[in-house]
C-alpha cells in the first residue's frame, strides 16, 4: 500500500516475519528492597521493547507474597504510558519484577495468551513464567489436560500447566525436569514464589543475557536491554537453569559453552543493531564491545561480502540505497565494498512511536503513539534514469520490497537492483519466528526442483536482478573463520553454531522435538568437552 504526499511516495511498511518476544526480570538482593524497582525493569524493557508489539505484560512479587500483574494488548511503550495503569502498585517495594512483551508464535493472539503466565501449583506454590521462543513438543495437549487448557493456548500456557502439576516436591528437581528430553527454542524465567528461574535451550538458538546493577540482578534478551542502564553482561550458558533467590544466583544445571544454534535471523534482523553477540570461539560468557561484534557491525559485514559476491559491472550512474532501519547497515557496507555512493536520505522512515525503528532513546519519550510503520520515498532528481541498488536486512514475503521498488521506478529511476543481507527465506520456522503460512513466503514461491528461480522473482517483485548472500558469506560475516565453501550449504549452518532452517529446511529441532542428527553429534562433543 502507498500513497503519494508532499516529500514523495508514503510506503506502509511491516514484515512478514515477526520478532518472538521480550523478556525482563530484576530481582533484588537487598535485605529490604526499596521502592522503584519497577522503574529499573521497565527501563531495560524498552531496550528490548522491538522483540514484541503484540502484547505486553508485567508482573511485581512482594516479600509478603503479594502480587500485581498487569496484561494489555499493544506495544510496551504505549501500555507503560497508559494512565488506568497503577503505577502506584508497581512502585511499590518489590523482590523481584518481570516484564514480557509478545508476538505470538504459537497458540492465537489472545489476551490470555499475554505474559506473564501464572498458575496455582499442586503444593499452593504459585507458578508464574515469560518466555521467548517456541515449544514444538508442546503442540501435543496431553489428554488429561484437554478439558482444562483452552483451545488455542500457547505452547508457554501449556508448559506453565504442565509444570505446575509436576509431581516433584523440590522445585530445582521440578524443573529440571520439566526441560528433560524437551528440545526447543527457549529463553525462559520461571518465578515460583520468591525465587527465580533462568532457563535457555541446550542450543542456545534464542538469546539470554545477565548483569548486576546496584543489588539487582538483571535478566533480558539482549545487551541492549543492559545498556539501558548502563551494566555489562553475560550470556546465559545455553542449557543451563540458574536460580536466583536472596541469596543471590546459584547453578541449578551447567550448560554448555556455545551456542550451537544462534538464530541467523537474530543477526540479520530481531536483534537491535547496537546488541552485542559473543564472539564464535569466546572463551568467556561475558560480552564486551572489545572483543565482541554488534548486529550493526555484523550486519554491514554482510553488505561487504556481498559487494565481493556479487562482482558489479562498472555503472557510474548506480547508487545504493537502504530500507531502513535494519538494512542501514548492510547497506552502508555494500557502498563501502562496492565503492558506490550510499544515498542513505532517499528513502526515511516516518518515525512514530515503534520501537522496531530503533531509535534513539531520547527519542523514546518525546514521540507520539503510532499503528503503522511507514516509508517515505523522497521525490528527488537524483533517481532519474540511474540504477538502484536497494539494500534490505532480509527479502521475506516481498510486499514491502515491491511497493518500494514501484515508488523508485516511478521517480524515473532506470533500473532497481534488488540485494539481501540474508539468504533466501524458503521455509516457515517452528523455534519462535512468526511465519504463519508457508504460501506468504515469496523465496518458497519461486523454488523450482529446490533451486530458487530468481528471474521468475525479480518479475513478480518488478527489480531488474535479485541477490542474495551466500550462507557461506553470511556465516562468514558472523566470524566464522574456518567454514569451507564447498560444503553441503543446506548443513553448512548446522555445523557453525547457526541455525538457517528458514533457509536450507534443515532446522536443529524437527517439528516433534526431535533433534537433528548432527546437533545430536555436537552436543555429545561438547558435553564431553565440558566433562574433561
Known amino acids: 500500500m502507498h500513497e503519494r504526499g508532499n516529500k514523495g511516495v508514503i510506503i506502509e511498511a511491516e514484515k512478514a516475519a515477526q520478532e518472538e518476544c521480550g523478556v525482563v526480570a530484576v530481582y533484588s538482593l537487598a535485605e529490604v528492597p526499596g521502592p522503584g524497582q519497577f522503574d529499573i525493569t521497565a527501563t531495560v524493557a524498552l531496550g528490548v521493547a522491538h522483540r514484541g508489539q503484540n502484547g505486553t505484560g508485567m508482573m511485581v512479587y512482594r516479600d509478603d507474597g503479594s502480587t500485581f500483574t498487569h496484561r494489555a494488548e499493544g506495544k510496551p511503550a504505549i501500555v507503560l504510558a497508559d494512565p488506568e495503569l497503577d503505577r502506584g502498585q508497581l512502585n ?82 521440578r524443573v529440571t525436569n520439566a526441560f528433560d528430553g524437551v528440545h526447543g527454542a527457549y529463553s525462559m524465567i520461571i518465578a515460583v514464589n520468591d525465587r527465580l528461574y533462568v532457563c535457555r535451550d541446550k542450543l542456545g538458538i534464542r538469546p539470554l543475557v545477565i548483569g548486576q546493577s546496584g543489588d539487582n540482578i538483571v535478566v533480558t ?13 553475560a550470556e546465559v550458558r545455553p542449557g543451563s537453569i540458574l536460580r536466583i533467590d536472596r541469596a543471590g544466583v546459584s547453578t541449578v544445571q551447567e550448560g554448555l559453552p556455545e551456542a550451537l544454534a544462534s538464530c541467523g535471523l537474530e543477526w540479520a534482523y530481531f536483534a537491535h543493531h547496537k546488541s552485542l553477540a559473543r564472539a564464535p570461539g569466546s572463551q568467556t560468557m561475558e560480552i564486551s564491545p572489545d572483543t565482541d561484534q554488534t548486529n550493526f557491525e555484523f550486519r554491514r559485514a554482510c553488505g561487504h561480502i556481498l559487494a565481493q559476491e556479487m562482482n558489479l559491472p562498472d555503472d557510474e550512474d548506480a547508487f545504493v540505497v537502504s530500507i531502513p532501519n535494519s538494512g542501514r547497515a548492510v547497506g552502508q557496507g555494500f557502498a563501502e565494498g562496492t565503492g558506490l555512493s550510499y544515498e542513505e536520505d532517499l528513502i526515511e522512515r516516518i518515525e512514530g512511536n515503534d520501537l522496531r525503528t530503533f531509535m534513539d532513546d531520547a527519542n523514546i519519550h518525546e514521540i507520539g503513539a503510532r499503528v503503522n510503520e511507514k516509508l517515505i520515498i523522497k521525490n528527488d532528481d537524483r533517481w532519474l534514469d540511474r540504477t538502484v541498488y536497494l539494500l534490505d536486512d532480509s527479502v521475506i514475503r516481498g510486499n514491502v520490497s515491491k511497493n518500494v521498488v514501484a515508488a523508485i521506478m516511478a521517480q524515473g529511476a532506470r533500473a532497481v537492483h534488488l540485494v539481501s543481507g540474508y539468504p533466501p527465506f524458503a521455509d516457515q520456522c517452528h523455534l519462535g519466528v512468526s511465519t504463519r503460512t508457508s504460501e506468504e513466503l515469496i523465496a518458497r514461491r519461486h523454488m ?21 548472500i551466500s550462507t557461506h558469506g553470511f556465516l562468514t560475516a558472523r566470524g566464522m573463520q574456518d567454514v569451507d565453501p564447498f560444503s553441503d550449504p543446506s548443513t553448512m549452518a548446522l555445523h557453525h553454531d547457526g541455525c538457517l532452517g528458514c533457509v536450507t529446511g534443515q532446522h536443529p529441532i524437527d517439528l516433534h522435538g526431535k533433534l537433528h542428527p548432527i546437533m545430536e553429534e555436537r552436543i555429545v562433543a561438547a558435553e564431553q568437552h565440558v566433562n574433561q
Open 448 to 468: 523450482r526442483d529446490g533451486r530458487l528461480d530468481k528471474e521468475s522473482m525479480a518479475a513478480e517483485l518488478g527489480v531488474a536482478s535479485v541477490s542474495f
Open 221 to 233: 534478551s539482549e545487551t541492549s536491554g543492559l545498556d539501558q542502564i548502563g551494566t555489562s553482561a
Open 92 to 173: 511499590e517495594p518489590s523482590r523481584f519484577s518481570l516484564f514480557h512483551c509478545r508476538y505470538g508464535t504459537q497458540g492465537g493472539f489472545t489476551d490470555g495468551n499475554i505474559q506473564p503466565i501464572s498458575q496455582r501449583a499442586n503444593d499452593g506454590s504459585t507458578v508464574t513464567v515469560i518466555h521467548n521462543g517456541q515449544l514444538p513438543r508442546y503442540n501435543a495437549i496431553p489428554d488429561t489436560h484437554l478439558d482444562t487448557i483452552p483451545e488455542d493456548a500457547s505452547d508457554t500456557h501449556i508448559f506453565t500447566k504442565l509444570l505446575a502439576e509436576a509431581p516433584e516436591e523440590d522445585w530445582d528437581e
